[in-house]
């Protein structure tokens, strides 16, 4: 800093160009689908999506017959919701491992991540609702001496 600054204008002068966002690019295959790995606890979901009607196939089930609550099929919806783009694309997926809330929300980070590969512009709004970290939750393991992970053995004085 050799020379001292006099006013604000020069002081915006001496401010560093802000770095651009970086620009991401489209990811397809041969087909024209975009490929994704979602996980959640145990569970990992490898999901292709395509343009199409909407249907969503899970381990070549619909996905009214794999995931019978409601709670799951809304929670696999929630990225298409958020990119206002249900009923635009064909959801393929494969899911192995894990429970029913896992597998669905294995599903949901997949299809989060391949709608970025798709759709590179969807990022920042998939970002803001969350659905592009992956939930690092697992069970913790039974310790020994413990009932469960935690959990003592009842106590007694006699």
Not at 33 to 53: D, E, F
Not at 106 to 128: I, M, N
């Amino acid at each position: 800093m050799a020379e001292t600054v006099q006013s604000m204008e020069g002081l915006a002068s001496l401010k560093a160009a802000a770095p651009e966002a970086p620009h991401y690019e489209k990811k397809v295959d041969a087909q024209g689908r975009a490929y994704a790995t979602g996980k959640r606890k145990n569970a990992v979901a490898r999901v292709w999506i395509k343009p199409g009607s909407g249907k969503i196939t899970v381990n070549t089930r619909t996905v009214e017959q794999f995931f019978a609550r409601p709670v799951l099929r809304m929670l696999i919806q929630q990225p298409l919701v958020t990119a206002n783009r249900a009923g635009q694309y064909d959801v393929i997926c494969t899911v192995s491992g894990g429970g029913l809330s896992g597998q669905a929300g294995a599903v949901r980070h997949g299809l989060s991540k391949a709608l970025t590969y798709f759709e590179p512009e969807l990022r920042s709004p998939l970002k803001k609702g969350g659905f592009l970290t992956r939930d690092s939750r697992v069970v913790e393991r039974k310790k020994y001496g413990k009932a469960k992970a935690r959990r003592s053995f009842q106590f007694s004085k006699r």
